[in-house]
């Protein structure tokens, strides 16, 4: 089956610097890569997603980068404010939903 | 309002006391899933289904039963609960895997 590796598990920057979370994949079929956000106490939300025949999408302040070759994706948030701070998980569902463990992001004032 | 439900959102039981967490959706998905979330464990699947009478196990299955007889409605249901069945779980549905899952509130389960 998938296994998905994400890193890193806790991520601490200042407010307005840059933020990468980085994930990689094992099965070579999996073509659609979603990022999810989930704020404490809250469900996780799809924030963006890309899939294999495209290799960056950008939405304001986040973006998703995939390297289909190496087998990994990468979000990228620029600017970070205080309510970015969240646990964000990927995923590479292929048969299954699989996610990775998550990264805990702390935006610091 | 497009949305996925999840009852009971908080319950306590004890041990060995048979229990059904119910999830539905108005969104005419296919796919339908339960994950359970444990701190330092991530989002873990216990079971999906890809369409009505069609359900296979995620990674962690045991102790778990589900039944997809509706599209709309894809319930959880424990057995015979034991304390390490103590976690929040979420319901998920979307249109197929390659789609956005929505996910419902949550039920915070505690076994006794």
């Known amino acids: 089956g998938e296994n998905v590796e994400q890193h890193p598990s806790t991520l601490s920057v200042q407010e307005g610097d840059s933020a990468v979370i980085k994930c990689t994949y094992s099965?070579?079929?999996?073509?659609?890569f979603p990022w999810y956000k989930q704020e404490l106490g809250k469900r996780p939300q799809l924030i963006i997603d890309?899939?294999?025949?495209?290799g960056e999408k950008k939405d304001q302040r986040i973006a998703v980068t995939l390297n289909k070759t190496a087998k990994h994706f990468s979000l990228h948030i620029t600017e970070t404010q205080p309510e970015d701070s969240a646990v964000y998980f990927c995923?590479?569902?292929?048969?299954?939903?699989?996610f990775g463990s998550g990264t805990k992001l702390n935006v610091k004032p | 309002e497009a949305q996925v439900t999840q009852n009971p959102r908080y319950l306590i039981t004890v041990t060995g006391k048979k229990l059904t967490v119910t999830c539905s959706q108005n969104?005419?998905?296919?796919?339908m899933s339960w994950y359970r979330q444990d701190p330092g464990l991530g989002l873990r699947q216990i079971y999906y289904?890809?369409?009505?009478?069609?359900?296979d196990k995620g990674d962690v299955p045991e102790g778990y039963k589900v039944s997809r007889k509706e599209k709309r409605n894809f319930p959880l249901i424990l057995e015979s609960p034991s304390p390490n069945q103590t976690s929040l779980y979420f319901c998920?549905?979307?249109?197929?895997?390659?789609?956005?899952?929505?996910f419902g509130p949550g039920t915070r389960l505690t076994v006794l």
């Open positions: 289904s890809m369409n009505v009478e069609v359900t």
């Open positions: 969104m005419n998905h296919e796919y």
């Open positions: 998920a549905s979307s249109f197929h895997l390659s789609n956005e899952q929505f």
């Open positions: 890309i899939r294999s025949n495209v």
């Open positions: 995923a590479a569902p292929y048969n299954k939903f699989y």
């Open positions: 099965d070579s079929a999996s073509n659609y």
